[in-house]
């Protein structure tokens, strides 16, 4: 690469698409956000190719390589020119509960592909509901975003396939998956970062990209913002504070069970093990909007606990570190004062990231030694204290949480997904 070169991460999240440039320094140089429509992927062209114009084009000229990370288990089946014959699946959609029982009867016990939402569970409900399709290709959407670059489908990354039903342990297939009747339809799996090709030449010209600049296999919208972070040593964990709350440990060992919502991609030579609980800032704004938030957070004193046993949810039900789907929310009583009330939740919600992490210990995982906060709420210095209080590990703010820079960051460095030194 030239020294000058640039690199573009393309990030297509659940809330809008988001474009990021940066250096070989991992400078930011370049960024846009636009929103499109998640269920239309007619939508998802439309962003891709307005992001792209939307960057000057003296750094568009300049471009290396583009990756892209996308929903996990946001899916298409597609034709022969892999043209979607359906709307995709979303990430949320639970319409495949139908196949589940079937998978579970070949699926190893607890695998996170026995689910209504996993991207096999997706296929098995399509290629049922499209049997007329005699060929064709079942994408993710990052795969799906690259493939329409490069003009070559059927490739994913092993992030993206973990759900589908791929061994990330042995970088294989397992024999199962034939049994189910779907392994003509399974892409080829490859590790994030890999080179997939140069642009296409039409493509290049329409995006004014350099028919130079080479495509990357992608990842997921969550490991993206991981790898955004730089957390590169075991022990070292970042928790997303968004609307859920959702945690990845870096660990030297796998960790696998269902039974409490947790599991692990392949990291390069580790594990990122973690999992997600449906509280978090959804549980706050029931409450609280975000300038309220702020201003009873500067009133509460940290080191002082509350003494409220909350557990907040938005709704009934729990994915992690409880797998309840019937879990009341527990926010009573509430104190007169405000600020007592959210420092309450505050507190809940920290205790529910510190049994998460002390879970994953408890199933073999390499245990938390710091943790770096990314979303919204990792700006709440109250809570960060809260947080430290309860965790017993430093925490502090990654410096960079946008999935669209991990995925530039991933577009430079290709697959070795632990060169994660960037300036922080």
């Known amino acids: 690469m030239k020294p000058d070169s640039l690199y573009l991460g393309l990030d297509f999240g659940t809330s809008g698409a988001r474009a990021m440039v940066i250096d ?7 960024q846009a956000h636009c929103n499109y429509d998640i269920a239309d992927w007619q939508s998802w062209l439309l962003a891709l190719h307005w992001l792209c114009a939307s960057l000057p084009a003296p750094l568009r000229r300049r471009i290396a390589a583009i990756a892209i990370d996308g929903t996990s288990s946001s899916v298409l089946l597609c034709n022969e020119s892999n043209v979607p014959i359906a709307p995709p699946l979303l990430y ?13 009867m070949h699926a190893p016990a607890g695998h996170n592909a026995v689910s209504a ?36 489908a059927g490739v994913s990354d092993y992030h993206n396939a973990l759900k589908l039903g791929y061994d990330v342990e042995t970088l294989a297939w397992p024999a199962w998956i034939a049994a189910l009747g779907v392994d003509a339809w399974v892409p080829h799996v490859v590790a994030p970062g890999t080179n997939l090709g140069k642009l ?12 130079t600049c080479s495509v990357r296999a992608g990842t997921t919208d969550s490991i993206a913002a991981f790898i955004a972070s730089g957390a590169r040593t075991p022990g070292t964990a970042v928790t997303s504070l968004g609307s859920t709350l959702v945690v990845k440990l870096l660990s030297t060992q796998r960790v696998e069970d269902a039974r409490y919502g947790v599991y692990s991609h392949r990291f390069g030579d580790l594990w990122l093990a973690g999992g997600a609980s449906n509280s978090g800032g959804a549980a706050l704004r029931q409450f609280f909007d975000d300038a309220t938030l702020a201003t009873l957070s500067q009133q509460i004193d940290p080191a002082q606990a509350s003494g409220l046993d909350y557990y907040p949810l938005p709704s009934r039900g729990e994915r992690f570190p409880i797998n309840d789907p019937q879990m009341a929310p527990r926010i009573t009583p509430r104190p007169a004062s405000d600020v007592a009330f959210l420092q309450g ?16 210990a408890e199933r073999g995982a390499t245990p938390l030694t710091q943790v770096l906060s990314a979303g919204g709420g990792a700006k709440n210095t109250a809570w960060t204290a809260i947080r430290q209080r309860l965790l017993g590990v430093p925490v502090r703010a990654a410096e960079h949480d946008a999935a669209a820079y991990g995925a530039a960051w991933l577009a430079k460095t290709g697959p070795d997904l632990l060169d994660l030194q960037h300036d922080t």
């Open 24 to 30: 070989a320094h991992g400078q930011v140089i370049s």
């Open 92 to 104: 949320n959609d639970a319409s495949a509960a139908e196949q589940v029982p079937k998978i579970a």
């Open 117 to 152: 939402t996993s991207s096999l569970a997706k296929l098995l409900y399509l290629r049922q509901r499209h049997s007329s399709l005699a060929a064709g290709y079942f994408c993710d959407q990052a795969s799906w975003l690259a493939a329409m670059l490069t003009g070559k």
């Open 200 to 211: 296409a030449p039409e493509v290049a010209v329409k995006l004014d990209l350099p028919a």
């Open 345 to 360: 939740l505050l507190e809940g919600i920290a205790r529910i990231e510190a049994r998460a992490y002390a879970l994953l």
